[in-house]
């Protein structure tokens, strides 16, 4: 798929050996190894007595790293015949689904013995998630499919832009949709905040969910499925950034990377954080000067709170984004000493930012939470009430990310050709 999209065809990428490194958890650090069989003798030695669900844990890791899901066309497309071989050849990882995708990862590390693999679940990313969705990316990490591009987001969306004008694609920026124009129950366009009306055969919506049904589509309320309420959506969060030139010498690298201890712990109004996820980017010097390292972190926050402090002011806002900011340096620098000193630049993006440049509802920055009851739900991608318009990308697959947003693109065009009688036909640049 991304070869399709002429992202990673001669573009350098590195596939980690980690997830996840784990600092003084409990006095313990943890590596969370892609590698599941060097993963269990890790976590074994950890804690013995819980080799037994460590060995079920990496089992299942090794059965969605082999399973054969078609990635290719749309289920909707799939005959009965690919559906008969495709439980055929998947039949171990539909067991391991009805088995992990009703439990969280919270309830599952209560079932640890030892606090740091307790904690390692508990902070791989949010602990509502189901255990499915962690041992799916664990999988994925073990078959060596989720892999960094070098450079990072800026050269991957240049690619992806390039590949897209290629292909006779026409890229229009700073301009808003204000609605989605409709005519005897089909879609024929979208109607620009500015005014400017442009008309289509289709229309594809890859934007937040929320915004989709209250505003596009406003004038349809009956529209909005139900299941959209039985989910929780990823919680907004602040992106925080900055360039050292601190040496950090050979530390190991990871997909995640190192989540440390917050002392004091950091509070940003009702939220309070004792562990922080941060990525150091000692492995890909293309995204700083020579002399320096990228650091990056992500940290759930409160919309509500930021919203009304920004209320009370530029000033106020940015102090706390500044407090913010120097307290994660602070951690590091009890990691690493003498990093606090080395500090060229840091800044502090939160929900409000995104909300101003993205547009998504309250600042989201994914769709919803992969838990356990999101497991259970198949939200639709378009609407027998209005023809020709279709919904892709992260919201309409919880869990979110770059594979959905890529695969549910591709599957809204397989559907289009199919209605139109046309052959979907893809080529490689």
Wanted: net charge negative; with cysteine; proline share 6%.
């Amino acid at each position: 798929m991304w070869m399709e999209l002429g992202v990673l065809d001669d573009h350098p990428h590195l596939t980690h050996a980690r997830f996840g490194v784990y600092h003084d958890l409990c006095g313990v650090t943890l590596h969370l190894w892609r590698d599941p069989d060097r993963l269990e003798a890790h976590l074994s030695e950890i804690s013995p007595p819980d080799a037994a669900l460590i060995a079920e844990l990496c089992a299942a890791i090794r059965v969605f790293r082999d399973m054969d899901m078609p990635m290719d066309r749309a289920f909707e497309l799939l005959s009965l015949a690919d559906w008969i071989g495709i439980f055929a050849r998947n039949m171990p990882m539909i067991m391991a689904h009805r088995r992990f995708s009703t439990v969280s990862l919270r309830d599952f590390a209560q079932r640890l013995q030892h606090p740091a693999l307790r904690g390692m679940l508990e902070h791989f990313w949010h602990a509502d998630m189901s255990m499915q969705f962690f041992l799916m990316q664990m999988g994925f990490a073990a078959k060596g499919t989720a892999a960094y591009p070098l450079g990072g987001s800026g050269p991957f969306i240049d690619r992806l832009v390039a590949r897209a004008e290629q292909s006779g694609t026409t890229l229009v920026t700073g301009a808003r949709v204000a609605s989605v124009i409709t005519d005897a129950g089909r879609a024929c366009g979208v109607m620009l905040e500015d005014g400017q009306r442009i008309e289509a055969r289709h229309v594809i919506a890859a934007c937040d969910a929320e915004t989709v049904f209250s505003r596009l589509l406003a004038d349809q309320p009956s529209l909005r499925p139900s299941e959209l309420d039985a989910l929780d959506r990823f919680p907004p969060l602040c992106y925080f950034s900055g360039g050292v030139t601190h040496e950090f010498g050979d530390i190991p690298s990871s997909m995640m990377g190192h989540n440390i201890a917050l002392h004091p712990p950091l509070d940003m109004g009702p939220t309070r954080h004792t562990r922080a996820t941060v990525q150091i980017y000692t492995f890909d010097k293309t995204v700083s000067p020579e002399s320096g390292t990228l650091l990056t972190a992500m940290l759930e926050s409160d919309y509500d709170w930021w919203k009304e402090l920004r209320r009370g002011g530029a000033e106020r806002y940015d102090a706390e984004r500044g407090r913010v900011a120097e307290q994660i340096i602070a951690a590091l620098d009890h990691l690493y000493p003498g990093l606090a000193g080395s500090v060229v630049f840091s800044d502090l993006a939160t929900p409000l930012t995104f909300e101003r440049y993205t547009g998504n509802h309250r600042g989201a920055y994914e769709g919803w939470l992969p838990t356990p009851a999101a497991a259970q739900v198949k939200l639709p991608t378009h609407f027998k009430e209005i023809e020709n318009f279709w919904m892709a990308g992260h919201w309409v697959a919880p869990g979110g990310g770059m594979p959905p947003a890529a695969y549910t693109g591709r599957n809204a065009i397989q559907l289009i050709c199919a209605q139109e009688g046309r052959r979907f036909r893809v080529s490689r640049p």
